[in-house]
């Protein structure tokens, strides 16, 4: 990806008579990408229907909050920006679709934003977390933000929460000393 701090993984998948097999997380080729053991701190799982928006979100650093995130019913747009002051693609974008037939993963570390948009009706989002949700340190930028252009599909209404439908945009969020600094540094733990 050309987010510094982001990396997306497509698992091999195995389908027999019996079904299929998939596994979304996988140490090994974590660390070989990221040169890093991810830290599990918390397991989210969210279930959306069609539209929702839930994001850009993102938590203070230190200690901010790594996520690998993958989709194992329906189908999402999954986007990481990146909100780092300093940071050579500071405001720029990357939608990776996550769906129950690839299984890709998106991995996005410390001080990265992340939004999504379920693309269909009963869509989950499972995520692991390198640190648990602290309500205090999260912050959120406007998923809607012109100036960030995401690539929602058209044809959608958005449904946003009442904390995300209220978020600043970048410039903002930026102008208020929101957002967290380039370090030039990336990492799973």
């Not at 990265?112 to 869509?123: M, P, R, S, V, Y």
């Amino acid at each position: 990806m050309s987010i510094s701090g982001a990396w997306a993984f497509s698992p091999p998948r195995f389908d027999d008579d019996r079904g299929e097999f998939v596994a979304p997380y996988q140490e090994a080729a974590f660390v070989e990408a990221v040169g890093a053991p991810l830290r599990v701190a918390q397991s989210n799982h969210s279930v959306s229907r069609r539209g929702v928006i839930r994001g850009v979100h993102f938590a203070d650093v230190p200690p901010g909050q790594a996520k690998y995130i993958y989709c194992p019913r329906g189908a999402l747009l999954d986007v990481v920006v990146d909100v780092r002051v300093g940071s050579p693609t500071f405001g720029a974008h990357e939608a990776v679709r996550l769906d129950s037939s690839s299984y890709t993963a998106l991995y996005l570390s410390e001080g990265l934003g992340h939004a999504f948009c379920a693309l269909e009706d009963d869509t989950v989002a499972s995520y692991l977390c390198s640190t648990p949700y602290a309500p205090a340190i999260e912050r959120t930028v406007s998923a809607l933000d012109p100036a960030l252009g995401l690539p929602w599909p058209s044809g959608l209404t958005p449904v946003l929460s009442e904390r995300d439908a209220a978020a600043p945009t970048l410039a903002e969020a930026a102008d208020a000393g929101l957002l967290p600094r380039f370090t030039g540094r990336c990492s799973g733990t």
